[in-house]
């Protein structure tokens, strides 16, 4: 940690009431950068931090092994489901340009169901809603593999701050992302903010941002999704996850895509 | 049935090293691992790969229970002449898999 930062931090924690009734009031209008918030010009993906071997695997899209998630994700687009016999590829045609953008920008509110759903949640609000089918189950495969699909359109783009309705959720997320929690009373800020490039055992630490989801992770030889890789680390803190598909890893989710706004999507990425 | 990638370039020149990259999916499951009922899951993984350039074997690999999920393979031979690369996995409970790639030799 930098001198600046370590002041920043104390300062933070020193005028922590008076600092979240001052947000409060600001984050009406839009939410400002905050005391240990990373500078927008000092963010950096995951990926410029990984291991040449690990990169090289991202960026050839033969050798990256969420390329096989995409194929069948391409082929559950058109294969029709459920009681009304419609596939996605019925209503939405071609992914490559109705999809273009979505996952870049999504959690987003739903309006009929009054709350937050992100890319899995809407794919599952879908398939109630218009195909009459049973929701898949989270980190089901073939969840993982439409939701790849849908992501894998976004690749190159950047990621849309979330509109005006969005900013309760935002700030909601930020809340839990600031939280201590679990036996080791960490909040997610004191590594992801904090320190954010300096090493945990072995393992560097990132600085957390969603733009490659879901992606391959190696340690899990398979495709994963965010709300996984939160869930991940609350068990890291020795902290009580939250059941997958939960308002509050929503939130967390709008909020980590609020704090990565601009930054390129690479879903699927691959990370160690 | 598994995914397959096959990456071969699509022309070479005679004489050169060429590089083929292989990409299938698979749960290869150990077999020491024990499932949520505490019962150990069976071995389930691919135990060979075999890789033909003209019906001529250049190419084979026998895996075993280390190996990770969704095997990547490379390797390289050398470009002799036109034709066909063909792949084959063959597995535990009877799993087997085929693929073939042309190239165009000059």
Sequence with gaps: MTAARRIFHILHAASLPACA?????????????????????????????????????????????????????EALWSKKEGAAGKACADCHTDAATSMKGVAARYPAFNTKQNKPLDIEGRINN?????????????ENKDLLALTAYVARQSRGMAIAPPPENMQPVVD?????????????????????DDNWGRKLAGSAIPQGHPNGYPLYRL??????????????CLIGMRAEGYALGSPEYVALEAFLMWRARGMKMESPAVRP | MARVLINVPATAKRGSVIQIKTLISHVMEPGFRPGPDGKIIPRDIITLMTCKY??????????????????????HT??????????????????TETASANITVE
């Design chain 1, 21 to 73: 009734a001052a947000i409060c009031i600001l984050s009406l209008a839009a939410a400002p950068l905050r005391a240990g918030d990373i500078p927008l010009n000092q963010r950096q993906s995951g990926y410029d931090t990984m291991g040449r071997d690990t990169r090289a695997m991202q960026d050839d899209d033969t050798a990256n092994p969420a390329t096989l998630w995409l194929l069948d994700g």
């Design chain 1, 172 to 192: 909601q997320g930020r809340a839990i992302f600031e939280k201590r929690q679990g036996q080791l009373n960490l909040s997610c800020a004191q590594c992801h």
């Design chain 2, 54 to 75: 003209n019906g001529e074997e250049v190419f084979r690999a026998d895996m075993f229970p280390a190996v990770a999920a969704n095997p990547f393979v490379t390797f």
């Design chain 1, 126 to 138: 879908c398939r109630t809603e218009h195909q009459q089918a049973q929701p898949l189950p989270f």
């Design chain 1, 219 to 232: 340690e899990w030889q398979s495709v994963g999704s965010l709300q996984r890789r939160l869930r991940n």
């Design chain 2, 78 to 95: 050398i470009a002799t002449e036109s034709g066909k690369l063909e792949f084959a996995w063959t597995g535990d409970n009877g799993f």
